[in-house]
C-alpha cells in the first residue's frame, strides 16, 4: 500500500474514447491506479490495449473523455502546466532529435525550454551521458549516431530536467542486449537513488521481471491485473507443467476442456518429432487433467515436468483468450 | 527567465536547422538563389512585357517590382516557418516533446520564426543587390534605387516593425499545424501565392478589383512593401511613416488575434493530434 | 509500373483534398503573373503567364514527387523494398511519373481555366503540335526528375534543399513565364545553351509557338527532336545511374541504412 504522501500518479476511472468513421472506440475503460514515488510501474499489454493511451494522457499528450488523473498531485486536465514542469517522457520507437545538429546540442535545446541555467544544464548532460556512456559521442549529428546511442541520446533528454515522473514508451525496443542492459540499470538508478517515478509501457516481460517492482496488466482499455510481478505469477496458482509430447500435436484444443487449466503455449522441435506444450495450470489435480487429456487425444507425453510460471506465462494466461478473439474478429 | 532561455535556444535551433545541413556561408549561399531567381524572373516579365508592347522601359518600374518581389520572398520565407517547424517536429517526434516542456510552444515558434528572419533578411538583401545588378547588365539599363545611411536605416525600421505581422500570420498558419496531421506542407505554397496576388508586390493592389483592393491595400504586408519603397525609391518620408504606422497597427491586431487562435489550439490536445505523425 | 502508378493516383485522388491544396501555388502564381503582364499593359501576353502556371504545375511535381521520392521512400524503409524486389526500379519510377502527370493535370485545368475565365489570353493554336510537344515535354520532364532522383539518392539528406535551391532558378532561365531563348531573350547566348539542357525550356519555347502563335510542326520540328532526343538520355541515364548506384550501395552496405 502507497501513503497518500509518496502517490506521485494517481488515476481514477480515467477513460478515452476516439471518434472514428464507423464507430466510438473505447481506448480506456475505467481505469484506476496508483504509483507511488521512486516505483518502477510497468504497463503490460498487447497491441491497442489502452497502454499507449494512458502515458499520453498523463503526460499531458492527451485529454481524457472521462475520470482523472493527477501527476504529483496536479490535475493533468486543468493543470496541464505544473504537471509539464515534473514530468519528461521518451518512446523507444520515435529517435526524437533534430537530424542535423549534435547530441550534445539537442540535449542543451531541450534543457533550454526547461529554463535550465547553461552551467547547470552543461553539468546535467554531461552526467547523464557519462552515465549513460554516451560522452564519447555527444558532438555527433544526432543522424550519424547508432541506433543505440540515438536511443540513449533519447534517455538523457528524458531526465535532462530533473523530473520527478518519467514516462517511457518500449524504452529498449530494438536495442541490443547490452545497451538494454545499461539503460534498464541507469533507469534503476534513477528509480531508487533519486527517488523518480517510473512509468514503464512495454511488450518485453523479461525487462519488466527484471526492473518493475509493480505490473498492471491491461487489455481492451481495462486493468485485468496489477500487483509486483511475484504476486502476479503467484496468483496463478500451481507452477506450470511442461510436456514434451509427440507426434506435434495439431492443436490443444482439448486442453481448454481441462478444468483448471488456465493458458498454453506449445513450440515444435521437429529434428526431434516432438513439441513442448506449457500449461498453466490452477492446482495439481489440472496438472494431470491435462497429461490425460493428451494422452487421450493420442498423443505420447515423452517427459513432463513441473516449473515456475514467468510472467509471459501470466499475460498469455490473462490476455491469451481475448487476444484469440481479436484476432478472429480482424485484429485490433 | 524560463521565456528568455526558451526563445533564444528556439532562434538559436533555427539557425543550426536551417544552416547545418551544410556549411553556414554555402546555405545562405544558397538561400540566397531562390529570392534572386524570382525576382530576376519578375524584372524580365516585366522588362519583356513592355519592350514587346512597344512601350519605353521605366527604371523606377523595374525597382518597383525588384524591391516587392524581393521583400514579397523575405515575408512569405519567414511567415510560413512556424507551420513547417511544427510539421518538421512531428514528423521528427520531436514536437511532442517541446509541446510538453513548460510554455513553451508559442515561443519555441516565435523563436524558429526570428531565426528565420534573420536569415530571411540576409538573404533577401544578398539577393536585392545582385539582382539589382544582374538586371542592370542583362537588360543594360539602370535600376533607381536610392542607397544612403538614411534609406537603409528607413528598411532596417520596415523589416523589423513588420515581424509582429509575419508572426502573426505565422501563428494563424502554426495553430492549424497544431491541430492538423495533413496538408501542413502545403500551406507555404498557399501563403506565398496569396501575398503573391494581394500585398502589391509585383503590382499596386488598385488593379485588383473592389473591395478586394481596398482590403488588400490595408494588409500590414502591403504597408510594409510600400514604406520599403518609399525608402529605397521615392525617397518619402511622410508617405514611409504612414505606412510604418498602419504596417505596425496592423501587425499588432494580427499578432493579437493568432496567439489567441493558437492558444485556443488546446483542442489538439483534446483529439490527440500532438503527437501523431503526418498522414 | 502500373502499381506504382495506381499507388500514386490511389493516394492523390483517394484525398479530394489533396487536389484542392496542391493546386495553390501553380493557381495563384500563375495569376499573380498575369495581373502583372495585365498591370503593365501587356495584355497580349498574358497567356504565357497562364500557360507558364500550368507547366510549373508539373514540374513542381517532378521536384517534389519524383526527384526527391526516393528519399522519402528510404526515410519509411520502402526503398529498401523495392530494391529486392524482382520489379525493375526504372519501371517502379516511370510508374510514378504516370502517376505523377494524371495526378497534376487537375491542378493544370484548373490554372488554364481560370487564366482563360479572367483574361481570355489569345490563342492561335496549331492543335497537333500542341499535344505533341506537350507530351515530349512531359515525358523529357518527367526523365529528368528520374535523373534527379537517382543523383539525390547520393545526396541523401541534403535533397529537401537542393530542391529549394533548384525550383526557382529553373523556372527563370527555362523561362517558364517569358521567352529564355531566341531572339526575345535578355540572356547571353552561352546562358540559353545551357538552358536548353533542360527540356522545359526547349518545351516553353515550342509551345508558346504552337500555342500562341499557331506554327505547325515545321516550325516546332527542331524543339519536337531535341526533347526527344533529351527524354532518352535522361531515361538512359537515370536507369545506369540507379543500377550504379545499386551496386555501390550493395558493396558498401549504404542502402539499407535508413536515414531516421
Given at each position: 500500500m502507497i501513503s497518500a504522501d509518496h502517490v506521485s500518479v494517481e488515476v481514477e476511472g480515467l477513460r478515452r474514447q476516439f471518434k472514428t468513421k464507423s464507430a466510438p472506440v473505447v481506448a480506456l475503460d475505467g481505469v484506476s491506479l496508483k504509483v507511488g514515488e521512486g516505483e518502477i510501474f510497468g504497463v503490460l499489454g498487447p497491441n491497442g490495449a489502452g497502454k499507449t493511451t494512458m502515458i499520453?494522457?498523463?503526460?499531458?499528450?492527451?485529454?481524457?473523455?472521462?475520470?482523472?488523473?493527477?501527476?504529483?498531485?496536479?490535475?493533468?486536465?486543468?493543470?496541464?502546466?505544473?504537471?509539464?514542469?515534473v514530468i519528461n517522457m521518451a518512446s523507444g520507437a520515435e529517435k526524437a532529435g533534430y537530424d542535423f545538429i549534435s547530441a550534445k546540442r539537442n540535449l542543451w535545446f531541450f534543457s533550454q525550454l526547461y529554463g535550465i541555467p547553461g552551467e547547470v544544464a552543461e553539468k546535467r548532460i554531461g552526467d547523464l551521458s557519462e552515465r549513460l556512456g554516451l560522452t564519447k559521442y555527444l558532438d555527433r549529428k544526432f543522424y550519424a549516431l547508432s541506433t543505440g546511442y540515438r536511443q540513449r541520446a533519447t534517455i538523457a533528454r528524458a531526465f535532462v530536467n530533473d523530473p520527478r515522473v518519467v514516462f517511457l514508451d518500449e524504452p529498449t525496443i530494438g536495442l541490443d542486449v547490452m545497451t538494454a542492459r545499461s539503460i534498464r540499470e541507469f533507469l534503476q538508478t534513477e528509480a531508487k537513488t533519486h527517488g523518480r517515478t517510473i512509468m514503464l509501457a512495454t511488450h518485453n516481460m523479461a525487462e519488466v521481471e527484471a526492473i518493475c517492482d509493480r505490473v498492471a496488466i491491461i487489455d481492451k482499455g481495462k486493468i485485468i491485473a496489477e500487483g509486483t510481478p511475484e504476486d502476479l505469477k503467484r496468483s496463478l496458482g500451481a507452477p506450470a507443467l511442461v510436456m514434451e509430447v509427440s507426434p506435434p500435436p495439431k492443436d490443444l484444443e482439448m486442453l481448454r476442456q481441462v478444468a483448471g487449466v488456465k493458458g498454453f503455449t506449445s513450440s515444435a522441435d521437429e529434428e526431434r518429432g516432438l513439441s513442448t506444450v506449457q500449461v498453466v495450470v490452477e492446482n495439481d489435480s489440472a496438472a494431470n487433467g491435462a497429461s490425460a487429456a493428451m494422452a487421450t487425444a493420442g498423443y505420447r507425453v515423452v517427459a513432463s515436468w513441473r516449473k515456475e510460471a514467468t510472467l509471459e506465462e501470466v499475460f498469455v494466461a490473462l490476455v491469451g483468450s481475448g487476444f484469440k478473439e481479436r484476432e478472429e474478429e480482424g485484429g485490433p | 527567465?524560463?521565456?528568455?532561455?526558451?526563445?533564444?535556444?528556439?532562434?538559436?535551433?533555427?539557425?543550426?536547422?536551417?544552416?547545418?545541413?551544410?556549411?553556414?556561408?554555402?546555405?545562405?549561399?544558397?538561400?540566397?538563389?531562390?529570392?534572386?531567381?524570382?525576382?530576376?524572373?519578375?524584372?524580365?516579365?516585366?522588362?519583356?512585357?513592355?519592350?514587346?508592347?512597344?512601350?519605353?522601359?521605366?527604371?523606377?518600374?523595374?525597382?518597383?517590382?525588384?524591391?516587392?518581389?524581393?521583400?514579397?520572398?523575405?515575408?512569405?520565407?519567414?511567415?510560413?516557418?512556424?507551420?513547417?517547424?511544427?510539421?518538421?517536429?512531428?514528423?521528427?517526434?520531436?514536437?511532442?516533446?517541446?509541446?510538453?516542456?513548460?510554455?513553451?510552444?508559442?515561443?519555441?515558434?516565435?523563436?524558429?520564426?526570428?531565426?528565420?528572419?534573420?536569415?530571411?533578411?540576409?538573404?533577401?538583401?544578398?539577393?536585392?543587390?545582385?539582382?539589382?545588378?544582374?538586371?542592370?547588365?542583362?537588360?543594360?539599363?539602370?535600376?533607381?534605387?536610392?542607397?544612403?545611411?538614411?534609406?537603409?536605416?528607413?528598411?532596417?525600421?520596415?523589416?523589423?516593425v513588420n515581424i509582429p505581422a509575419a508572426l502573426g500570420l505565422g501563428y494563424f498558419l502554426g495553430a492549424y499545424s497544431l491541430y492538423a496531421s495533413k496538408f501542413e506542407w502545403s500551406l507555404p505554397g498557399y501563403?506565398?501565392?496569396?501575398?503573391?496576388?494581394?500585398?502589391?508586390?509585383?503590382?499596386?493592389?488598385?488593379?485588383?478589383?473592389?473591395?478586394?483592393?481596398?482590403?488588400?491595400?490595408?494588409?500590414?504586408?502591403?504597408?510594409?512593401?510600400?514604406?520599403?519603397?518609399?525608402?529605397?525609391?521615392?525617397?518619402?518620408?511622410?508617405?514611409?511613416?504612414?505606412?510604418?504606422?498602419?504596417?505596425?497597427?496592423?501587425?499588432v491586431v494580427l499578432l493579437s488575434v493568432s496567439v489567441w487562435v493558437y492558444f485556443a489550439a488546446e483542442k489538439a490536445r483534446k483529439d490527440g493530434v500532438i503527437d501523431r505523425r503526418l498522414a | 509500373m502500373r502499381a506504382r502508378a495506381l499507388v500514386r493516383l490511389w493516394s492523390i485522388f483517394g484525398e479530394p483534398m489533396w487536389i484542392i491544396v496542391s493546386m495553390g501555388f501553380p493557381v495563384l502564381s500563375s495569376l499573380a503573373l498575369s495581373l502583372l503582364y495585365y498591370s503593365i499593359g501587356a495584355t497580349n501576353y498574358v497567356g504565357f503567364a497562364v500557360l507558364g502556371g500550368v507547366m510549373v504545375a508539373f514540374w513542381g511535381n517532378v521536384l517534389w514527387s519524383m526527384a526527391s521520392q526516393f528519399n522519402w521512400d528510404k526515410q519509411e524503409g520502402l526503398f529498401e523494398i523495392y530494391l529486392t524486389s524482382p520489379a525493375s526500379i526504372t519501371a517502379i519510377l516511370i510508374g510514378m511519373s504516370v502517376g505523377g502527370i494524371v495526378g497534376t493535370v487537375p491542378t493544370a485545368v484548373i490554372v488554364s481555366i481560370i487564366g482563360w475565365v479572367l483574361f481570355h489570353p489569345v490563342v492561335a493554336a496549331s492543335w497537333g503540335a500542341v499535344a505533341l510537344t506537350f507530351a515530349l515535354t512531359l515525358a523529357s520532364l518527367y526523365a529528368l526528375g528520374m535523373a534527379l532522383s537517382s543523383l539525390y539518392l547520393v545526396y541523401g539528406r541534403e535533397a529537401e534543399s537542393m530542391n529549394e535551391v533548384l525550383q526557382e532558378p529553373v523556372s527563370m532561365l527555362s523561362g517558364i513565364y517569358f521567352p529564355s531563348i531566341g531572339s526575345f531573350s535578355p540572356f547571353p547566348f552561352a546562358v540559353q545553351i545551357a538552358a536548353s539542357l533542360i527540356p522545359l525550356t526547349l518545351g516553353m519555347d515550342a509551345l508558346r509557338k504552337s500555342l500562341f502563335y499557331g506554327e505547325g510542326f515545321g516550325a516546332v520540328s527542331f524543339d519536337l527532336f531535341a526533347l526527344a532526343i533529351l527524354a532518352v538520355v535522361f531515361l538512359a541515364g537515370s536507369a545506369y545511374s540507379l543500377k550504379a548506384l545499386e551496386r555501390k550501395g550493395r558493396r558498401d552496405g549504404t542502402i539499407s541504412v535508413r536515414i531516421r
Open positions: 499520453r494522457i498523463l503526460s499531458t499528450l492527451l485529454m481524457p473523455s472521462g475520470g482523472s488523473a493527477k501527476v504529483m498531485g496536479f490535475d493533468v486536465e486543468h493543470e496541464a502546466e505544473k504537471v509539464r514542469r | 527567465m524560463i521565456s528568455f532561455r526558451s526563445l533564444f535556444a528556439s532562434t538559436w535551433m533555427g539557425i543550426q536547422h536551417d544552416l547545418a545541413w551544410t556549411t553556414p556561408s554555402l546555405a545562405i549561399a544558397l538561400r540566397t538563389v531562390a529570392p534572386f531567381a524570382s525576382a530576376m524572373t519578375v524584372s524580365i516579365i516585366y522588362w519583356f512585357g513592355v519592350t514587346q508592347s512597344g512601350m519605353a522601359l521605366d527604371p523606377t518600374r523595374l525597382a518597383y517590382i525588384l524591391v516587392g518581389s524581393t521583400l514579397y520572398a523575405h515575408v512569405a520565407s519567414y511567415a510560413w516557418v512556424p507551420t513547417i517547424a511544427i510539421a518538421e517536429g512531428k514528423n521528427l517526434s520531436v514536437f511532442p516533446h517541446i509541446y510538453l516542456t513548460a510554455r513553451s510552444t508559442a515561443l519555441y515558434v516565435a523563436g524558429r520564426a526570428l531565426s528565420a528572419f534573420a536569415i530571411s533578411t540576409t538573404t533577401s538583401l544578398a539577393a536585392l543587390a545582385a539582382a539589382y545588378f544582374a538586371l542592370g547588365s542583362f537588360l543594360h539599363t539602370s535600376i533607381v534605387l536610392i542607397v544612403t545611411p538614411a534609406s537603409l536605416f528607413m528598411l532596417a525600421v520596415a523589416l523589423l501563403i506565398a501565392g496569396l501575398l503573391m496576388v494581394f500585398s502589391g508586390a509585383l503590382f499596386p493592389t488598385s488593379i485588383l478589383p473592389w473591395p478586394v483592393s481596398v482590403g488588400a491595400s490595408y494588409l500590414p504586408f502591403t504597408q510594409f512593401i510600400a514604406a520599403s519603397r518609399d525608402a529605397l525609391i521615392y525617397g518619402r518620408v511622410g508617405d514611409y511613416l504612414w505606412s510604418i504606422g498602419l504596417s505596425a497597427l496592423g501587425g | -
